[in-house]
């Protein structure tokens, strides 16, 4: 809702291929240049936008068959698993118990 086009541009994603008899795959990234959430300044509070980006993506959009994460340890972001915390995030997305995962 607070993308330049005023949507919900994933309701509108997710409606599409449920009505087209697809399964919903979604895809976050770690890196987030946006929010400043990049190597070396990562705050308790980029960590808590993460949960809750990620809470929001598989509670609010019905049934998510697989949710793809990148940006983590890569070459090109330097984002550690330690810097956002891959065992939270892993145990709050396992908390959903999304059959799929």
């Given at each position: 809702?607070?993308?330049?086009?005023?949507?919900?541009?994933?309701?509108?994603?997710?409606?599409?291929f449920?009505?087209?008899?697809?399964?919903?795959?979604?895809?976050?990234?770690?890196?987030?240049?946006?929010?400043?959430?990049?190597?070396?300044?990562?705050?308790p509070?980029?960590?808590?936008?993460?949960?809750?980006?990620?809470?929001?993506?598989?509670?609010?959009?019905?049934?998510?068959?697989?949710?793809?994460?990148?940006?983590?340890?890569?070459?090109?972001?330097?984002?550690?698993?330690?810097?956002?915390?891959?065992?939270?995030?892993?145990?709050?997305?396992?908390?959903y118990?999304?059959?799929?995962?």
């Amino acid at each position: 809702m607070n993308s330049p086009l005023k949507r919900d541009v994933v309701k509108e994603f997710t409606e599409a291929f449920r009505k087209a008899g697809l399964k919903v795959m979604l895809y976050y990234s770690i890196l987030d240049t946006h929010h400043q959430l990049r190597p070396n300044s990562i705050t308790p509070a980029h960590i808590k936008m993460v949960k809750d980006q990620i809470t929001e993506l598989l509670t609010r959009y019905g049934k998510i068959e697989a949710l793809i994460i990148d940006g983590w340890d890569a070459p090109w972001s330097r984002i550690s698993y330690d810097d956002i915390p891959f065992e939270e995030v892993y145990l709050l997305i396992k908390s959903y118990n999304q059959t799929a995962w």
